[in-house]
């Protein structure tokens, strides 16, 4: 129906020992979209389309400086939940705790030192 299109199938879900659990798809993307219909997906690649863009824009910036071992930690650990994330459901799943702390961190890292990076 239009409305589970438009705006998902986020139901009532319950744990492996409940009485009742939703079915989401493995691989996050379309689990996304399941769970969250075309709003929710275009919300989220939006998301993930411009903090992917500032993460190689930080290491690009910090390069040689007392920050390119974060923004690499930060950079390695987005890509590797995103190639997880054909394999599972990262991104509706508990592991959206670090997926905030990549961002967090990334914000921190752009508002902080955007005009003056220190060299070491």
Known sequence: DLRSILFGNLGTLYDFLGAEMEIAPHISI???????GIVGLSTFIAFFVY???????NLKKYRNTHLEFLTIAIARLWF????????GGVYY?????????I??????????YLHEPVKD
């Open 51 to 57: 903090y992917t863009k500032m993460i190689i824009g």
């Open 93 to 101: 799943s508990a592991l959206c705790l670090i997926i905030t702390f």
């Open 80 to 87: 590797t939940l995103f190639a997880i994330s054909f394999f």
């Open 30 to 36: 379309f689990g996304i979209y399941y769970l969250f």
């Open 103 to 112: 961002i967090a961190s990334s914000i921190l890292l752009k508002r902080r």
